[in-house]
């Protein structure tokens, strides 16, 4: 079993422990930390059905359940939250989740993958392609804000008017994901190549390199279904909690929304670029950070906006000065160090550095998100 697994399977302990923390009412710290301790077995439990599925059924339908199931701990945490009402966290964490898989998740795999190598290499094309597109998505997301900015002098621009732009981008975002992956399975599948070997022979590596069987199909559907509906319980367990918690901490929304929920809900996508980096196969880990940023943008937030009004919780792209150039500061950089296509562990920690920075003036701002 790999170490993943082992960790997985210990810490699944503490869903049933916070369930009887919530439910005898033993403290919301107690039922912060176990529930905490909970998404994120369930979260690793999510991913590898995911991946071993995705051998199972093939390259096609394999990547399509990639690209459909990526992202889903994010988005089960962030309808959580927009379930209970916490639409500054959700809006915030659409900014930590750029923040994170861009500098935090490409930074941890550049340093732990450049450890004892001079540089790594992985093919600039896709992480141009890649880049471009995730450029383009953050770039409309951020769209209505700079809209509002430029509005604020002329009397700004109202509620409705932001929620009617904010839903229009959200159905233009949702046809280019459907765009995005035409290019990516049928007409340009060649370029992703590489980073499908690579999933291929990890996955042969994590089986046995003499049979080649493939994982068996009905097991991986049940842990993919109970991962997911535990992962629905255990979120909202935790953002049962969550504001009364990091109110007592001294944490604002806007850094709960932006460092705390992006690091829970993509534990499971970080260590496995990481994992990737540190066995030498950065066009896996690359395609990782970049191609989850892209799932956010196009599939994540899109689903959010339309979902929203139907939970009573409507919810726009206004965000705040300092989010917007956060997010620019992520792309830019990350776009900087990832298209010669190659890297080392100083890029890794030039990455983190910009994170770290980042994260603190989110911590020091203490403002509320808008």
Known sequence: MPPRLRIATGLLAMLPVAATADRLHWGDGIVFVTSILSIIPLAILLSTATEEL?????????????????????????????????VDIVKASITGTVMANLLLALGLSMLVGGIGRSEQ?????????????????????????????????????????AESFSLFVAWV??????????????THRTLYAVAEADLGVEGEEAHGEGGGTKPPLLPWVAVLLAATVGLAYASELFVGVVETVTESLGLSALFTGVVLLPLLGGAAEYLTAVTMARKDKMDLAVSVALGSTLLVGLLVVPVLLLVAPLLGHPLDLSFNVYEVVAV???????????????????????????YAILAAGFFFQGSPVP
């Open 328 to 354: 620019a500061t992520a792309v830019l950089v990350s776009n900087l160090v990832s298209l010669d296509g190659r890297s080392d562990w100083l890029e890794g920690v030039l990455l983190l550095a910009a």
């Open 173 to 186: 975002l949702l046809a280019v994901y459907g765009l995005t992956l035409l290019f990516s399975l049928k």
């Open 121 to 161: 290499r992985f093919q600039p094309v896709v992480a141009r392609v890649n880049g471009s597109a995730m450029t383009l998505a953050v770039l409309a997301i951020l769209i209505p804000s700079l809209r509002g900015m430029v509005a604020d002098g002329a009397g700004g621009l109202d509620a409705g008017a």
């Open 54 to 86: 995705s051998l199972t059924l093939g390259p096609s339908l394999g990547a399509l359940l990639n690209a459909l199931f990526g992202n889903a701990t994010e988005l089960i945490i962030a309808l959580a939250a927009l379930r209970a009402g916490l």
